[in-house]
Structures are given as C-alpha cells and as structure tokens.
C-alpha cells in the first residue's frame, strides 16, 4: 500500500514569507506526527495528533509554527515569518496501535530559507 | 526527560561481516520502547527493530538483533553479514513511556558505510 506522502519535496523561500508544508499519512493510522531534522542532527519532534486533535505540542519552537489535522487525516505544518534558522527538512509520520507502535516516515520535505 | 546517546564516528565495516552500532539511553520511567531506524540517503527513516523495556529476551528481525543490557541502559545494534545497502545513518530512538503513541526521541546518529 501507500506509505506517508509529503509535499512538497522541497520549498525554497525568503525570509518572512509564510509557509504550509502537507502530509498525507497512510490510510487507517491514527496517529501523525511532525519532526524537523537539521543537517547532521536526529530528527526533533514538533507535534503529535491523535485523530483531529493535537495530542502533545511540547516540541513547537514558537508561536510562529502551528499544525492542523482537520478531519483526522492530511495534516499541514504552517510556519508563519520564516527564519534562516527554520531550514531544515520537516519529518511526517504516522502510526497504529500494533504490537509496536513504530512510526513510519515520510520522504520529508526540505524548507530552505533564504 | 528522555536522552539518546550516540557517540561514535563514522563506522566501516567491509561487506559480508558483522557490525555493532552503540546506543545508550536515559529515562526514569521504567516503562520505555526502544527502536533503530536506518536513513538511506534518499532521507527516507526506515523502521528496522524495537525492543520493549520489560522483554526478556533481544529483539531479532532477520540480519538485525538487538543487545540490550537494561542494567548499563544500553541498546546496541548487531548488523551481521553487511551488504553494500546497509551504508546510511543509523539513528537510535527512544520512547517513553511505552505502550501509548507518543514522540519519539532520537540520538544524532551514526553514519555507516560498507565496503566491498
């Protein structure tokens, strides 16, 4: 079946601009999460939703990030005022109650702020 | 809090032996999951295996195992027999408490390149 998709692959803006990133996690996965990874760094989590709701938003740097989930599936990651420091590549992923509970990625999509 | 420690180089093993990636980890719930992923240069993170806090034995998925010593909070992955595709970023992950869906929290990684 069809694994998480995100777009778009890479995003190239200027600094100050307004940005939405999207996820299309797989089907029936309840779960969705958002991670930023910087060159040479393991990815940081930014935001969990279980269904429509934010589960846990502890990992948002600021006010100037902020994700929906509106009907429990696509999510987007929307970074307002962008900074050189917001570059990286943002992570999505989704999970299951399986035995487990492993999160499957994305491709990610790479935010460069010029 | 959680932390993942992940200290070594770039590691290189030639192909077709084994390799261990070091992992060591903090938490003060003692209900917790661990997992690998490995990050191709393609950026994609792939699941490899997870071993759960209260497991009795390492966790085994194919040429993937696990040693975990719960008393040294260590989570070691064994690759045996390596091939040419196992070159990527391995990252160490941890999350706590387990059980639940809930962040992961990540080591920096370790790079791994195989040589023929």
């Known amino acids: 079946g069809a694994g998480v998709s995100q777009t778009p692959s890479n995003k190239v803006t200027e600094k100050g601009k307004y940005v939405e990133l999207r996820c299309d996690p797989i089907?029936?996965?309840?779960?969705l999460y958002w991670y930023r990874q910087s060159l040479g760094q393991g990815p940081e989590f930014l935001i969990y939703?279980?269904?429509?709701?934010?589960?846990?938003d502890s990992g948002l740097p600021n006010d100037r990030f902020f994700a929906v989930r509106p009907e429990g599936s696509v999510s987007t990651l929307k970074i307002q005022r962008t900074e050189r420091g917001d570059s990286a590549v943002y992570l999505c992923?989704?999970?299951?109650?399986?035995?487990?509970?492993?999160?499957?990625f994305g491709p990610g999509t790479r935010l460069t702020v010029l | 809090a959680q932390k993942i420690t992940q200290t070594q180089p770039g590691m290189f093993v030639q192909e077709k032996e084994a390799v261990t990636l070091d992992c060591t980890y903090d938490?003060?719930?003692?209900?917790?999951?661990l997992f690998w992923y490995k990050q191709p240069s393609s950026g994609e993170m792939i699941f490899l295996i997870y071993?759960?806090?209260?497991?009795?034995q390492n966790a085994t998925e194919g040429r993937y195992s696990l040693n975990f010593q719960k008393a040294r909070k260590s989570a070691n992955l064994v690759i045996s027999a390596s091939q040419l595709g196992d070159s990527a970023m391995y990252f160490c992950?941890?999350?706590?408490?387990?059980?639940?869906?809930?962040?992961?929290?990540f080591g920096k990684g370790i790079t791994l390149s195989v040589r023929p």
């Open positions: 071993q759960g806090s209260y497991d009795q």
């Open positions: 939703f279980q269904g429509t709701g934010a589960a846990d």
């Open positions: 089907s029936g996965h309840t779960a």
């Open positions: 992950a941890m999350r706590a408490p387990t059980g639940a869906n809930s962040k992961l929290t």
């Open positions: 992923a989704s999970s299951f109650q399986g035995p487990y509970n492993e999160q499957f």
């Open positions: 938490t003060s719930d003692p209900s917790y999951g």
